[in-house]
């Protein structure tokens, strides 16, 4: 308990500090407003629709990102010509971009493979809802469910990733002051409008789920088991 207590408010506040991002980006609150509107909004209707409140985001969210982390990948691969020009691009401005290990050397990559690899099956705001399953069996289907959602999510991050470091290398897009930035300003500036809009509500309400789910298991854990 005390190890999952610690876990979640550390992980619980950089899902904080994404949403105000998200938050400051749509509507130039600033980041500081940003996280409090956002902690104010997720804490009411944690509070008021306990777990099922973070159920019903995560089917909203799920269903939502699904079919638009396809559609900016699209769009992410469009803005650079095609994944051969974008790769020519980055080989030839930074040729370790593209690497084995990437920017980060093995260690950081191979922890990022063990994270999102193994420790996606395990995590315990994940985890913990498959209990309310009315049938044990299942939980024979959550390795292939969680698997197809890394592989489509994945799509959207690496998508605007390379795209967006290929975009400011050629010129077409200045350096960013914040590496945060790649994902809003790709949005705002490279997909339809409609498109960034729905991808802005996905990545928020992705957040709040994780967030409300957070708050659940911290209260359990101080309430039930300490």
């Known amino acids: 308990a005390v190890a999952i207590l ?33 902690t104010a909004i997720t804490v ?49 401005g930074d040729p370790t971009f593209l690497g084995p290990w990437g920017k980060l050397g093995p260690l950081s990559a191979m922890s990022f493979f063990f994270v999102f690899a193994l420790g996606s099956l ?3 705001h994940v985890a913990h809802k498959f209990y309310m399953l009315r049938d044990p069996r299942r939980l024979r289907w959550y390795p292939l469910l969680m698997t197809a959602a890394m592989l489509l999510s994945i799509l959207l991050l690496f998508g605007v990733g390379v795209a967006v470091k290929a975009l400011t290398l050629s010129g077409a897009l200045p350096p960013l002051s914040n590496p945060d930035h790649a994902t809003p300003v790709f949005l705002l500036r490279f ?3 409609l498109l960034a809009g729905l991808v802005f509500s996905g990545v928020a309400a992705a957040i709040m789920s994780t967030v409300n789910s957070f708050l659940n298991i911290g209260a359990a854990a101080v309430t039930h088991d300490l």
Do not use: C, E, K
């Open 191 to 193: 997909t339809p409008v």
């Open 44 to 92: 009411a209707y944690s509070a008021s629709g306990g777990i099922l409140a973070g159920i019903y985001t995560d089917l909203f969210q799920g269903a939502l990102m699904a079919v638009a982390s396809v559609l900016v990948f699209v769009h992410a691969l469009q803005s650079g010509g095609g994944m051969p020009a974008i790769s020519r691009t980055l080989l030839t």
């Open 6 to 38: 610690v876990a979640i408010v550390g992980y619980m506040a950089t899902n904080v500090l994404a949403l105000g991002l998200v938050i400051d980006a749509i509507f130039g609150t600033g980041l500081a407003w940003g996280i409090w509107i956002g």
């Open 122 to 124: 395990g995590q315990p």
